[in-house]
């Protein structure tokens, strides 16, 4: 089965600083898909951004980019210019071509006026 | 598009009761799933379905749990003879799934509490 580690339990920025949250996963296959999903307070879960992994182009969407290194099977969520509305928990997930999506623990992530 | 629905969104119950929550997903979506996810955890994955088709369960999903998706549109899952270890939020998403992308919307999520 796929892992997904979250090494980043809590992590802080200031607002309008750049923050980079961590993930690691582990898995066998070579075609997969790679997901950030932030949680609110409301607790509904958001899609940020997605990586194919057969592209080698890193994902961005906005102030959101990540860093993808296939090989060393690591996915981090870089996020520019920080607001206030960017606090939340911040899950990595991963889903192999034709299977269900598997989730990390979460980073929560704070954002100082 | 009103997005994924799910009701209740609270159920206290007591132990040993049967709970039954409901998730309508986006219409047209072909793929429905099941997470449930404690407090400062990430989800985990419970069972999903294709169209009618039940394709996949956890093993945290033991015999008191059930899923349906009888028509291919709404879900149920069903808890019996709940636990205080059943208490969590259990989420529902949906996916308009087409063998090179898929894209989830997630439901508010139910919120149970067993007493």
């Known amino acids: 089965a796929q892992t997904v580690t979250q090494s980043q339990p809590e992590m802080s920025v200031q607002e309008a600083e750049t923050v980079t949250l961590s993930c690691t996963y582990d898995t066998s296959e070579s075609d997969y898909y790679l997901f950030w999903y932030k949680q609110p307070p409301s607790r509904q879960m958001i899609l940020v951004i997605r990586?194919?992994?057969?592209?080698?182009q890193n994902a961005t969407e906005n102030r959101f980019s990540v860093n993808f290194q296939k090989a060393a099977k690591s996915f981090s969520l870089k996020i520019s210019d920080s607001q206030l509305g960017d606090a939340a928990m911040y899950f990595c997930a991963y889903r192999s071509k034709n299977n269900d999506m598997r989730f990390g623990a979460g980073t929560r992530l704070t954002v100082k006026p | 598009d009103t997005g994924v629905s799910q009701d209740p969104r609270h159920k206290i119950t007591k132990r040993g009761q049967n709970v039954t929550f409901r998730c309508d997903p986006i219409?047209?979506?072909?793929?429905l799933y099941w997470y449930r996810q404690t407090l400062g955890q990430g989800p985990e994955f419970l069972t999903y379905?294709?169209?009618?088709?039940?394709?996949?369960k956890s093993r945290l999903l033991s015999d008191r749990f059930s899923a349906e998706r009888p028509k291919g549109s709404f879900s149920t899952l069903e808890i019996q003879r709940t636990e205080q270890g059943d208490s969590a939020m259990y989420l529902c998403?949906?996916?308009?799934?087409?063998?090179?992308?898929?894209?989830?919307?997630f439901g508010s999520g139910t919120q149970l509490s067993v007493l």
């Open positions: 998403a949906s996916s308009l799934f087409s063998g090179t992308n898929e894209k989830l919307f």
């Open positions: 219409s047209e979506h072909n793929r």
């Open positions: 379905f294709q169209n009618e088709a039940q394709l996949e």
């Open positions: 990586q194919e992994a057969y592209k080698q």
